[in-house]
Antibody, heavy 116, light 107 residues
Framework: QVQLQESGPGLVKPSETLSLTCSVS????????WSWIRQPAGKGLEWIGR???????SYNPSLKSRVTMSVDTSKNQISLKMSSVTAADTAVYYC??????????WGQGTLVTVSS | EIVLTQSPGTLSLSPGERTTLSCRAS???????LAWYQQKPGQAPRLLIY???SRAPGVPDRFSGSGSGTDFTLTISRLEPEDFAVYYC????????FGQGTRLDIK
């Protein structure tokens, strides 16, 4: 059973870059799509972007200019970077394994607060 | 961008009742790429249905999905206490989007 675990700073200052890592255990990250999703407190889900381990990426058009996803296959990790953050980026961030059957496996999520 | 509109926003029902949740898309969605998720407080979403009508492994058969084109539904045939949660639809084509969610409350 694939398990995902997000990690990273819980507090980021406005205008700085948010950096998160998703560690995958119980399976290889190769040959799968991986997505990041976020959820502000009390609100709905927002898809951030999708990454395939060959390097193909697809980002939410509203976030595309600020988002970068990458993979470290040696560590079985996927990373997310979001630049120029504001308070509106405060949310729980999830990583998930993506594919023809939707978002099959999810991490537990990590709360990121943007505040000075 | 495909906008998904879920209705109703909130539903108050009793255990044992049957319910249907709606998800309407602003343009046609391939049925191969429509999913439903359940989310309970403090937890990550859980995949229930993919490809519009296929149940994910381990999902009870009281959950069923149907629909095509722009109109999709999630039916729960007989509500159990653990089914009271928020439900989201998602189209997971080339640029995925989520509906705003339907909250299912205990009456």
């Amino acid at each position: 059973q694939v398990q995902l675990q997000e990690s990273g700073p819980g507090l980021v200052k406005p205008s700085e870059t948010l950096s998160l890592t998703c560690s995958v255990s119980g399976g290889s990250i190769s040959s799968y799509y991986w997505s990041w999703i976020r959820q502000p407190a009390g609100k709905g889900l927002e898809w951030i972007g999708r990454f395939y381990t060959s390097g193909t990426t697809s980002y939410n058009p509203s976030l595309k200019s600020r988002v970068t996803m990458s993979v470290d296959t040696s560590k079985n990790q996927i990373s997310l970077k979001m630049s120029s953050v504001t308070a509106a980026d405060t949310a729980v961030y999830y990583c998930a394994r993506d594919g023809m059957a939707g978002l099959v496996n999810w991490g537990q999520g990590t709360l990121v607060t943007v505040s000075s | 961008e495909i906008v998904l509109t879920q209705s109703p926003g909130t539903l108050s029902l009793s255990p044992g009742e049957r319910t249907t949740l709606s998800c309407r898309a602003s343009q046609s969605v391939s049925s191969s790429y429509l999913a439903w998720y359940q989310q309970k407080p403090g937890q990550a979403p859980r995949l229930l249905i993919y490809a519009a009508s296929s149940r994910a492994p381990g999902v009870p058969d009281r959950f069923s999905g149907s629909g095509s084109g722009t109109d999709f539904t999630l039916t729960i045939s007989r509500l159990e206490p653990e089914d009271f949660a928020v439900y989201y639809c998602q189209q997971y084509g080339s640029s995925p989007t989520f509906g705003q969610g339907t909250r299912l409350d205990i009456k």
